[in-house]
């Protein structure tokens, strides 16, 4: 059930996602808040399940994870047992980051990270040695990531909330 949301819960939504470790009275602050208020609507956000949790962004890069991928893969003769069943197994392989069923000639997008290509390859080779080497075909995008993934920004954008003042 999708649930309606005034610009205050999106200014407060995109408040966390700048920087949700930031003390509860400082963020209410910056949305003109009192503390109080602030926490309790932050409280029913996470009751409502649209705050799911809090997590810590990493720098790929930083880490040491210079080369970034996706694959699309078409699975040929998978039902959807078999598609679920591949898809927890790449879930469990190091270096993906994210996987997307998806429409249309491909079956699924796998963002990958890896130190370096010859890494790189070597774990779309992993990711390819499944059951049945027949089960994929893969198409391999590398990318220079330019934007970090942050959640949503689309959906908390300046015309959802206006900035806070600083």
């Not at 997307?100 to 370096?116: N, P, S, T």
């Not at 390819?128 to 954008?157: C, H, K, M, R, W």
Request: charged share 30%; aromatic share 6%; with cysteine.
């Amino acid at each position: 059930m999708a649930h309606q949301l005034d610009p205050t819960d999106y200014k407060i939504i995109r408040l966390l996602h700048e920087d949700a470790s930031r003390p509860h009275h400082e963020l209410a602050k910056k949305a003109n808040m009192a503390p109080s208020t602030f926490s309790r609507r932050v409280q029913w956000l996470e009751e409502q399940g649209i705050i799911k949790k809090y997590v810590c962004l990493v720098d790929p890069a930083v880490m040491g994870y210079t080369t970034l991928g996706y694959t699309l893969i078409r699975l040929t003769n998978a039902g959807k047992k078999k598609t679920d069943a591949i898809v927890e197994r790449l879930r469990r392989e190091p270096g993906v980051a994210e996987i997307c069923k998806i429409l249309g000639e491909k079956d699924l997008i796998v963002k990958l990270y890896a130190k370096d290509n010859k890494s790189y390859q070597e774990l779309l080779e992993t990711l390819d040695g499944g059951d049945n080497g027949d089960e994929f075909q893969t198409t391999t995008l590398l990318a220079t990531q330019v934007v970090y993934d942050e959640g949503l920004p689309g959906v908390i954008s300046k015309t959802e909330a206006a900035k806070p003042e600083k």
